[in-house]
């Protein structure tokens, strides 16, 4: 920030001079007053006034002062009604264009002014939602800031603060947030009590960092640091306190969040602050409601709503929220009438804000419609999703449900498609009339598509986790309604339907990651660009808004409103068929999004099965599809069955245990999760599974097929699934069939990495731990023996940026590095290679999605690499589904830490095998095999040996580059002289005889 001191020490330890004036320290004294729209014209005209004196650094330095004082003074002023300053930081923005735009090229002669000119750039764009674009531009900022200020700076501790507000907020990597925040706090408190807003916001991001890792201890210290620096303003005092009543909310302690809430309502009590006593009101009900204590939750609502009464000037907004809940809370009580009453009430006060068209009218009729399904009056419940639909579209509401191309309410419209949907599911199970499913189905399939236009108009807003998040249910529903019908009609369009709906369930998350990755890669998108399309969605959403509302207006303003709505469209299509032109950017369509029945089966051999699991809230559904057949079940779900699949993958992934007890208890719960999940659908050789839920995480091969107790039974003596069969995985039914090859060319160049730099594998080391791994070497070694053109790099050469520099023109890659999968945050499951720093040495999951690898197969030796955050519908997250995302066809990944010899043993043979032409899953098979052959009681535990799996394509590799046509008319010609010859000997011999 500007003013202040007018010399700073350097890291080199020299003076640096900044430009002051006057006018900048009045100006600093008007925001210490909180005088800001003062402040902000008078920084303003003093620019002006520089730029006709030709002073460019006094024009630069007051243009980034009004751009400081709109961005930074806004979350200072919480708690002062007396502030003339509102959120938009469109208005900083703003200055900051013109800035560049009048100085640019001058700004480059003032290193200091360039320094903060990028940092509160890189902040404008964080709280304009595009932290890609800010993380770029804080890191640079941060870059020169330590070289002008030095690395103990107050510059360079709000540039670390501001690197883990990005990361906490908008990139989600929460371990680099907690790595800046750690970093701002220390330098923070040497530059209190100046410092302190700054400080209180390392607080209150390292408390959120904490809530989300479930460190409740952490949340409460980091609250009460918070505490400690306001004593003196009472608004802050109650944000810490609403923070901790959160943790204990999301705890279940309504109790002490109750406590909490109420401590705050003493000082918006106290300090006069009714608008935010208002919300408390709402805040602390939820609690009583969550205690089941619905008398005091309704009088808390009761108790706003009298202070609603008797504020001025009374909010409108208010006054609909709160009858809104306590519609919600009677529904909740189960009193219908009374929940009707308020609810109406809450619809009046819309109608009379907003007109009959607008969104939050929408909702309401939503809630209503919803509380009148969970009646059972079913006829009212689809009237009033009839209306939430009419009331977010502009023109009449046709019979059926219609996917929208444009609609500002989009996650309304998807809701009320799926409520809709569910109301006649439920309709269905009173009557049985077959019609409500069919008219069930037609609403569930527009709901579907409605959410794939959605995410491609407005992002990832409507990402898969709001899908899961509010539909969860509906999901459910829908996916059993389809089963219902084609059990009934038998049709494949029903089961095409269902298996739809699962897939999409899985692939909304891999649009988001793709997404993701190509807002981050280095595609050469222009910034300006990815920012404008923003903007105009932002304007687009807005207008579209306006549009809806305007009923009374005059004809003509009406109709220059849909101009201005049409060419917004226009120019968001042009700006997304420009980006759609860089390279590595991919726009995806419905049509092109899955895979259909028959494109499945086309490509399932006769001995082949893809079985795919969606795991529900009441059901566990399994899709069975083979070359000539599809079949639908849905098992029932149990607690007790949660709990064996609980018990297996503890006794495999966890330290192993032996003896004839355990073994026992092994097989038996294997055995059931078995017979539960997988034997009613089983029928061919080879099995592809698509997991879903707990079941990601337990290898089928490690199961049991037929258990008989025994006083003396060990591992060894199981009948394991993988004796009968061989299996493979997919993340995605459409991931996997969508551009399936069977073979591949022969492995000419391989890539190989290896932690350690010598072969002498332990059976103590497991690769999760930071240890040598010398098994990986002997890996190297075995590959060094099989292929002729292997790059090794091992020991300290085994680093990230060589693994980086070197991963493209490949045609297998092994890295035998430590892995670690982060089941919080998909993204941030990693590879650690070698390197100086943690920076240097680990590749994150999101870095893998924009690596451009052509190799066929890569294979995860290290531990972990398939473990990552499970969300209902999705399977494990990992750093192996990020391979599969940057090209290759076939992964062969780890579940769990294996002992470093046991590891080196299996991929030792699984390339001898794959070298002799075995398809990569029968290679791993036949290696498991070998290992058990060889194995005793001990070493036979599945925590050994089950571990690894294939993900993706199973494949073969040729042995040479000859067609294989070649060989077998090469082998008729063989056979065909041979035969010829044979005959030619007999009748020698005849006429010799």
């Known amino acids: 920030m500007l003013g202040g001191s007018s010399y700073l020490w350097a890291q080199e330890h020299t003076t640096l001079t900044r430009w002051s004036h006057p006018e900048l320290d009045r100006i600093n004294k008007l925001v210490d007053t909180r005088k800001y729209q003062e402040a902000i014209d008078r920084s303003l005209s003093g620019a002006t006034r520089m730029k006709d004196e030709g002073n460019w650094e006094g024009y630069i330095s007051f243009m980034l002062r009004a751009a400081e004082i709109e961005t930074f003074e806004v979350w200072k002023a919480k708690g002062f009604p ?40 890189a902040v404008v764009y964080d709280l304009l939602s595009m932290p890609d674009t800010a993380e770029q531009m804080h890191l640079r900022a941060l870059q020169m800031r330590t070289q002008l200020y030095g690395d103990q700076s107050r510059e360079v501790a709000d540039s670390h603060l501001w690197l883990g507000v990005v990361y906490n907020w908008g990139l989600q990597r929460k371990d680099l947030a907690e790595q800046h925040y750690l970093k701002a706090m220390e330098l923070q408190k040497r530059y209190m009590p100046e410092s302190r807003y700054a400080l209180g916001s390392v607080y209150y991001g390292l408390a959120t960092i904490a809530r989300k890792n479930y460190r409740f201890d952490e949340v409460e210290t980091m609250a009460n640091l918070y505490l400690s620096l306001y004593g003196d303003l009472p608004y802050q005092q109650a944000f810490a306190y609403q923070v901790v009543a959160n943790m204990y909310f999301i705890q279940g302690d309504f109790e002490r969040s109750k406590q909490m809430r109420e401590r705050s309502l003493e000082i918006y009590d106290a300090s006069g602050y009714s608008q935010d006593l208002i919300e408390g009101y709402f805040n602390l009900s939820s609690d009583l409601r969550a205690m089941g204590r619905y008398a005091e939750s309704r009088k808390a609502l009761a108790s706003g709503l009298r202070l609603w009464e008797r504020t001025e000037p009374r909010n409108p907004a208010y006054v609909q929220l709160l009858y809104a809940h306590l519609g919600d809370l009677y529904w909740v009580m189960g009193k219908y009438d009374s929940a009707a009453f308020y609810l109406d009430r809450a619809i009046d006060r819309a109608v009379s804000m907003h007109g009959a068209k607008n969104g939050e009218l929408a909702q309401l009729y939503d809630v209503r419609g919803k509380m009148y399904l969970d009646k059972g009056d079913y006829r009212q419940a689809l009237a009033d999703f009839r209306q939430a639909i009419a009331s977010i579209l502009p023109d009449s509401v046709p019979e059926g449900p219609v996917i929208r191309e444009e609609n500002p309410y989009f996650a309304t419209l998807i809701s009320a498609y799926f409520n809709t949907g569910d109301a006649y599911v439920k309709w269905y199970g009173e009557d049985h009339d077959s019609e409500h499913l069919e008219h069930a189905l037609e609403y569930y399939r527009a709901a579907y598509g409605q959410m794939i236009i959605a995410r491609q108009n407005i992002g990832d807003d409507l990402s898969k986790t709001f899908l899961m998040s509010n539909f969860s249910r509906s999901i459910e529903r829908s996916i059993q309604c389809a089963r219902v019908l084609y059990n009934k009609a038998g049709e494949a369009r029903y089961f095409e339907d269902a298996l739809h709906f699962v897939e999409l369930t899985k692939y909304l998350n ?6 993701r990755a190509e807002r981050a890669n280095n595609s050469g998108i222009p910034k300006s660009l990815l920012f404008e399309l923003e ?186 699934v993988l004796y009968d069969h061989e299996v493979s995985y997919a993340y995605s039914s459409t991931i996997l069939f969508k551009d399936r090859t069977r073979q591949r060319g022969r492995i000419e160049n391989v890539l190989a990495f290896s932690y350690s730099g010598g072969a002498d594998p332990s059976y103590l080391t497991r690769r999760s731990h930071g240890d040598e791994l010398p098994g990986t070497y002997v890996e190297l070694e075995t590959l060094s023996r099989l292929y002729e053109k292997v790059t090794r790099f091992t020991n300290g050469a085994a680093s990230k940026q060589n693994f980086i520099n070197n991963s493209a023109g490949y045609d297998l890659i092994h890295l035998g590095v430590h892995g670690v999968g982060d089941e919080e945050v998909a993204d941030n499951s990693r590879l650690i290679f070698r390197g100086d720093s943690m920076s240097d040495r680990t590749l994150y999951a999101y870095e893998i999605y924009n690596l451009k690898l052509n190799a066929g197969l890569v294979v995860l030796s290290a531990c972990e690499t398939g473990i990552g955050r499970n969300i209902a519908g999705e399977g494990v997250l990992s750093i192996a589904r990020a391979f599969t995302y940057a090209g290759c066809p076939s992964v062969v990944m780890s579940l769990w830490d294996v ?16 070298n002799d032409a075995q398809s990569v899953s029968a290679s791993l098979r036949d290696a498991k095999l070998k290992f058990l052959e060889e194995s005793d009681p001990l070493t036979a535990h599945p925590a050994h040996w089950a571990a690894f799996v294939v993900n993706g394509q199973d494949v073969v590799f040729r042995t040479s580059d000859i067609n294989p046509a070649v060989y077998v008319i090469g082998a008729l010609l063989i056979g065909g002289a041979g035969v010829l010859l044979y005959r030619r000997r007999r009748a020698g011999k005849r006429r010799q005889v």
């Open 899 to 914: 002992p470093d010899a046991f590891t080196s043993t299996i991929m030792t043979r699984f390339y001898e095998n794959l």
């Open 535 to 720: 903007e105009v969605r932002s304007e687009l959403n807005l207008r579209q808004r306006m549009r809806l509302t305007a009923t009374t207006l005059p004809s003509d303003s009406i109709r220059r409103m849909n101009e201005e709505v049409v060419a917004l469209i226009n120019r968001r299509r042009e700006l997304m068929t420009r980006i759609s032109g860089y390279p590595g950017y991919t726009v995806s369509t419905v049509g092109d999004l899955l895979v259909t029945l028959g494109q499945i089966q086309e490509q399932l051999d006769d001995d082949e099965q893809l079985l795919e699991y969606y795991w529900g809230t009441d059901s566990i559904y399994v899709l069975s599809i083979t070359d000539k057949a599809s079949a639908m079940m849905a098992l029932p779900r149990e607690e007790a069955t949660d709990t064996l699949i609980t018990t297996v993958y503890k006794t495999i992934s966890g330290q192993p245990r032996f003896g004839p007890i355990v073994a026992n208890a092994y097989g038996d719960a294997a055995d059931k999760v078995y017979q539960k999940f997988f034997a009613p659908a089983i029928r061919k050789r080879r099995v592809v599974v698509v997991p879903d839920g707990p079941l990601s995480m337990v290898p089928l091969e490690a199961l049991v097929t037929f258990y008989l107790p025994s006083p003396e039974l060990t591992f060894r003596d199981l009948n394991y």
């Open 82 to 121: 007396e502030a003339n300053i509102t959120e938009d930081y469109h208005r900083p923005l703003r200055y900051l264009q013109d800035l560049y735009n009048t100085a640019g090229e001058r700004i480059r002669d003032y290193p200091y002014l360039e320094a903060n000119a990028l940092f509160t750039s």
């Open 510 to 515: 891999v649009l988001e990651a793709l997404g």
